[in-house]
């Protein structure tokens, strides 16, 4: 794969700038915001900004290498799409366009469950080469159906969410009347009529939906009705008992995601899980709790070699991918740098965000002379 970016959009602050003039504010914000006071969120970039990395100009370096194998697949980065509800309201089309960029390029991309593409056409565009987040349903009926429809699709990896055991309080989306049972108001529709491009481009796809969970969903649903469903469908909280079906189910490798904590990552080895994400939702969860970065570093000193630890929340950029691996994660996901980039740049985003950030990431192995990925922790300055 060719790797070209548009110049005129080389940071990840101009994608934002951009996404911004080209969507309503209602859509911006709730890709944009956390949770309360954003505490969480801000802190999440900040610490991982805080890592420095060691150079060694006068070593003898012959290439660097960004290709990482993870459960018998080698990906052409250490990094991946994360999963992402609502797509198709940020950007009409948009999980399609990233899982197509993801395919071409190689690198892992997630489906989340509350998004706007089926299990089915996401399989399709990756060549079953995506993974699935289960957003555990409360039903059992539901959730082995979703697992055999994945299973079918031939998704490789499941990835079992565990850090919404509740709705996040979300001001912005509460104010733009985006929380559960959702509303438009006035207000939503003027932000609409100023984004011509954006109206046109989803009254040519549709309104978003929530496309792999239609079959379990009465036709006709206004939006009381949605919310209603919603709340009835899912319940967040995972535990042992709820884990070890999922697990005597599933013959892929599974994962859990949302991890913050030693004592959880302890009971996923037991339990059979083969990686965990270290994750606080993007900071839209828990505005009290530490950053991602922070959680990372006890897992990985105790458990790093017993399973896979990857991470996401607060990475933005190829030198924020280097950060993060040297201070050992296996592999990284970012999911709001991707949907920045498909805000502002549509059909093009996906493959301008995985070139940008290869580039990124590329120029700071050279720099500091590290030849492959899991070489990263040597350049740590800790």
Known sequence: ????????????????????????????????????????????????????????????????????????????????????????????????????????????????????????????????????QLYHPADPVVRDSIIDRAAAAEYPVLVALSDVPTFGFRPRDIRNGLAMPPSMSLRNILQILGRPEWAIKTLIHGQPSFKTLEPYMEKGMNMKQLGQFMNRTFSGRLNEERIAPIRDKWKGKLVLKGVG????????????????????????????????????????????????VMMDSGIRSGVDVARTLACGADFTFMGRTFMYSVAALGNEGGNHAISMLKVQLQQVMEQVCCERVEDFPNHLIK
């Open 1 to 132: 794969m060719q790797i070209k970016y548009n110049s005129n959009y080389p940071s990840v602050e101009d994608l934002i700038k951009q996404a911004k003039r080209k969507i309503p504010r209602f859509a911006f914000e709730y890709l944009d915001g956390g949770c309360n006071e954003d505490v969480n969120l801000i802190k999440n970039t900040a610490d991982i900004r805080d890592i420095e990395l060691k150079p060694y100009y006068l070593t003898k370096h012959i290439k660097s290498e960004m290709k990482t194998e993870l459960f018998g697949h080698t990906y052409d980065a250490p990094f991946g799409i994360s999963p992402v509800g609502l797509q198709g309201l940020m950007w009409p089309n948009a999980p399609e366009i990233l899982a197509k960029a993801a395919y071409e390029h190689n690198i892992p991309f997630i489906l989340s469950t509350v998004t706007t593409a089926s299990i089915e056409r996401i399989a399709e565009i990756t060549h079953g080469q995506a993974w699935y």
């Open 261 to 308: 904590s030693e004592e959880d990552v302890e009971m996923a080895i037991r339990l059979g899980f083969d990686g965990v994400i270290v994750s606080n939702h993007g900071g839209r969860q828990l505005d009290a709790g530490q950053s991602a970065i922070a959680s990372m570093h006890p897992i990985v000193e105790k458990y790093k070699g017993q399973i896979k």
